[in-house]
């Protein structure tokens, strides 16, 4: 059974906070431990270039934000963790969207919208400082979300329509070169994870200046929990949970019992002095463990580095290239020697029609691991020997989700096959597998 994709962008400005903790990252954890799912997270660093143009600070931001995923448990060998801008084809898909993509959508998208209408408020031109990168914003989010043919991109509220525009985008794509090239991504809301309040008491926002910092070091985090807004009763009077910003902070890093031990001290004039003390025991409780491992990794991006390329590397092996070969292949960027001639265009066709085509794979007697592509009693294609069956799947791999690339010394095809026919039968097997794919 295929996996559900989950996909989600993280964009890298600012540094993190409590919101985001609770909001964003805590979550997104969980769920990827949940079986069946495949997880893909990546630091939107090109997004974060159409806020953001102070080099130091996306830099900083990028390894902050990178450090604290690490930090709170994401695993690198089992999820796709990546940088954005590690990935080529993002900005080539970009393109092959754009192609597609309606100007008039792009106009309704609410970021755009919001500049246009402030510029007219302001009495300027419409598009008084607004970028094309603001603009483009929602075709390359497609482009994040449909290269990985993602099923699942949970997000907040405002993101909603930027799912809508991938879908849009993909399925434009899809009727105008005819064939199933893209999952239909669907947006996941979770109405259940808190929205935290911040010091103030609105909604921890950077926008808002109210942000406790995720790491920020005891000392700091104590002051800042110290200051958090309250209302003036005296210690002994009893204090409201109801809309307090305090109790709410509490409940997010408390177990049940511990929150409702919360409320029955509130009731009974806990002095906020003392309820600041035990917010702060509370979510340092939850925070120091990942503090430790946060700082230790910011005293070695490089590993972050490495971390990052790695993750970037092999999704590029896996998914990306192979994925815009075939997109390259399918808009008409082609290899240019590959011209079909009538005749073999008709057979290869035909072929195609008759049997679904298989790998098989196996170990002769020399050892080595063998795979061959074979259609009905027809061998379409043979492997050299590799010294490992992984290394064969993984050339099958390659192969399935590619197309072929006969320059590959690795296999030969099979006497008198055409590598038109071998592309065409592997187009036939790939459109299948996604029809396969697509049952619940
Ligand atoms: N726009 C998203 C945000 O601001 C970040 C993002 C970029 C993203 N690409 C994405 C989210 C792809 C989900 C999928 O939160």
Redesign the pocket.
């Known amino acids: 059974m295929s996996k559900t994709r989950v ?5 890298t400005s600012g540094t993190p906070h409590l919101g985001n903790y609770v909001g964003a990252i805590r979550p997104a954890i969980a769920a990827s431990r949940v079986a069946q799912t495949e997880s893909f997270y990546f630091l ?1 660093d090109y ?1 974060s270039l159409i806020k953001a143009q102070d080099p130091a600070r996306t830099q900083r931001s990028t390894l902050e934000i990178a450090a604290a995923w690490l930090a709170c448990g994401l695993e690198p060998d089992k999820v796709w963790f990546y940088r954005q801008s590690d990935i080529p084809e993002i900005p080539e898909l970009t393109w092959l969207l754009t192609c597609v993509a309606g100007k008039g959508i792009l106009n309704r998208a609410h970021a755009y919208k919001a500049a246009v209408d402030k510029n007219r408020a302001e009495g300027e031109d419409d598009d008084a400082g607004i970028s094309a990168g603001l603009f483009m914003y929602p075709v390359l ?1 497609a482009a ?2 449909l290269l990985f043919n993602a099923h699942r ?1 949970p ?2 509220r405002d ?1 909603v329509q ?1 799912i809508e525009m991938a879908r849009n985008f993909g399925q434009r794509f899809n009727h105008i070169y005819g064939h199933e090239h893209f999952v239909l991504p669907e947006a996941v809301v979770d109405d259940n994870v808190a929205t935290l309040p911040g010091l103030d008491g609105r909604k921890m926002s950077k926008s808002y200046d109210n942000t406790i910092p995720l790491f920020a070091p005891r000392a700091e985090l104590k002051k800042l929990i110290a200051g958090i807004l309250t209302d003036s009763r005296a210690p002994g009077e009893p204090k409201d949970t109801e809309g307090s910003a305090l109790f709410q902070l509490y409940q997010a890093f408390a177990t049940h019992e511990q929150t409702a031990a919360f409320a029955l001290a509130f009731s009974e004039g806990i002095a906020w002095g003392d309820a600041k003390q035990r917010l702060f025991e509370c979510i340092d409780a939850e925070v120091s463990p990942l503090r430790e491992k946060y700082e230790a990794l910011m005293a070695r991006p490089g590993e972050i580095e490495a971390i990052l390329r790695d993750g970037a590397a092999r999704l590029r092996a896996a998914c990306a290239a192979p994925a815009l070969l075939r997109l390259r292949e399918a808009v008409g960027l082609r290899d240019l020697s590959q011209v079909a001639v009538a005749g073999d265009a008709g057979k290869a066709k035909k072929g195609s029609d008759a049997a679904l085509p298989m790998f098989k794979q196996y170990r002769d007697a020399d050892g080595k691991f063998y795979f061959k592509l074979v259609q009905g009693e027809r061998v379409l294609l043979q492997s050299a020997g590799f010294d490992s069956p992984r290394d064969a799947g993984v050339r099958i791999a390659a192969i399935k989700h590619g197309t072929l690339d006969a320059d590959q010394p690795d296999f030969v095809l099979g006497e008198g096959v055409h590598s038109d026919e071998v592309n065409a039968a592997l187009e036939a097997f790939v459109a299948a597998q996604l029809e396969g794919s697509k049952q619940p």
Do not use: E, N, P
């Open positions: 996909l989600t962008g993280i964009t939107a997004h989010m994040d979300i991109v997000v907040g993101q930027h």
